[in-house]
């Protein structure tokens, strides 16, 4: 039976999102929910023998997870990893290598059929980033056909980014779970205030995730 799988997708870049995905992974298991969390494409990974590693988001999700990180873990959470913090295409040019849309999908697909339980499979900067040479996130969610769950952050400007990757999702015909607001450290308006706002014009249940703070039940149960 194929998992019940959602796609983190981001307003932006560097919003929170893996922190986000992390608490939700945490939520599930504190819930006795068999989950399996991927981040199949990822850029400004160090090598596994950097210290460094340890704050990457592979390292960050196998951890929720509570698994180790060793050599198959982390491929098997992140097959692609390029070590420029560069949108991957970029990246995957410096390095020499490329990426075809058609691989990653048909890789997150094997993945979605060979998983009991609850897949979340997390997306790489905003949704409009380029993954490819020719690619976005949005084509890459499209591809695979399941729901979403909108990160965005509280800082200045973020409900109008919010609600405009909200509504190029609508308009794409992707089913939006929710939007998690990720707290953005100095940001001029409360988590609540922006929260609220978003969910004003969202259409959707809108939560707010402070730092430090486990993800909300209620989030998880849409899930």
Known sequence: MAARTVFVAGAGTEIGKTYVTAA???????????????????????PLSDPAFAESDT??????????????????????RFAAPLAPDQAAVLEGR???????VGWCRTQVASTEGTLIIEGVGGLMSPITEAATGLDWLKALGVPALLVSGSYLGAISHAL???????????????????????APAPLTTVAASIAHHAGVPVFGLRRGEAC????????
Do not use: N
């Open 59 to 80: 390292a960050r999700l196998l951890d929720a997870q509570g698994l180790v990180v060793e050599d198959d873990t982390v491929e098997a959470c992140s097959p692609w």
């Open 164 to 186: 405009t990757a909200r509504e190029t999702l609508r308009l794409h015909g992707i089913p939006l779970l929710a939007i998690a607001v990720s707290e953005s450290e100095g």
């Open 216 to 223: 909300p039940e209620a989030l998880a149960d849409l899930v």
């Open 24 to 46: 939700l992974t945490r939520r599930l298991r504190g819930l006795g929910r068999p989950v399996r969390t991927l981040k199949p494409l990822a850029s400004g990974v160090p």
């Open 98 to 104: 490329s990426l075809a849309l058609a691989d990653l």
